[in-house]
């Protein structure tokens, strides 16, 4: 109960295309929802996060979209580039403590 | 530039021998955490200081240490490194209060490899 689930592994695109990355959870009680960014060989870095009280938040070219009933939400980078070919990782955390319970991970490669 | 500091960078230690991996910050902030990431893996959290207290995740092995002298510096010490303690360990912080007390500011993790 306290997984997220994330899909797909992996996902190639082309430049200006708009890569999906979806997770599921089923612990109710997490109430943020972050996704982290990763380069090779750096830390995560956060992207955009959610609070199950919106359906959506967008950011730049990064949208999130949550649905709380069906316990999902996802990632949509619209026009992507080269540049953000990198592991994108969902995470969910319940509480003050903030300890994140993360993904599996989504290694994506945008191609010019 | 405010940061979190890893150090090294890269560790490589031999089986059974202990190892110290730290990490500084800059941020003044009062939470820590260190997770340990295996290749193509997700982070997994080994435990976290929230001020001086100490938090260990259940699962995290009695071979996992942690230190935090004080609010800049945390350590993770690794008594007896076996074959599957290869890693990246990354180290995080975070400010408990405020506007953006959400977020966790990653370091770049120590890849730590043992033979």
């Known amino acids: 109960q306290q997984q997220v689930k994330q899909s797909p592994q992996s996902l190639i695109v082309q430049k200006g295309g708009i890569p999906i990355i979806n997770c599921a959870y089923e612990?109710?009680?997490?109430?943020?929802f972050p996704w982290y960014q990763q380069f090779p060989g750096k830390g995560p870095a956060l992207l955009i996060a959610?609070?199950?009280?919106?359906s959506e938040k967008k950011e730049g070219r990064f949208t999130i979209s949550f649905n709380k009933s069906a316990k999902q939400f996802s990632l949509h980078i619209m026009d992507s580039q080269p540049g953000d070919s990198a592991t994108y990782f969902c995470?969910?955390?319940?509480?003050?403590?903030?300890?994140?319970?993360f993904g599996s991970g989504t290694r994506l490669l945008v191609r010019p | 530039d405010a940061m979190v500091i890893q150090n090294p960078r890269y560790q490589v230690t031999q089986f059974g021998k202990p190892v110290t991996l730290s990490c500084s910050q800059t941020?003044?902030?009062?939470?820590m955490y260190w997770y340990q990431q295996k290749s193509s893996q997700a982070p997994k959290l080994l435990f976290h200081?929230?001020?001086?207290?100490?938090?260990n995740e259940a699962d995290t092995p009695d071979n996992f240490q942690s230190r935090r002298p004080n609010t800049s510096f945390c350590f993770l010490d690794i008594r007896s490194p076996g074959l599957g303690d290869a890693a990246m360990y990354l180290c995080?912080?975070?400010?408990?209060?405020?506007?953006?007390?959400?977020?966790?500011?990653f370091g770049p993790g120590t890849r730590l490899l043992v033979l």
């Open positions: 995080a912080t975070r400010k408990q209060g405020g506007m953006y007390q959400e977020t966790q500011y």
């Open positions: 612990n109710t009680a997490f109430d943020y």
């Open positions: 959610i609070r199950p009280d919106v």
């Open positions: 995470a969910a955390s319940m509480g003050s403590s903030y300890k994140l319970i």
């Open positions: 941020l003044n902030h009062n939470v």
């Open positions: 200081y929230y001020d001086k207290d100490f938090n």
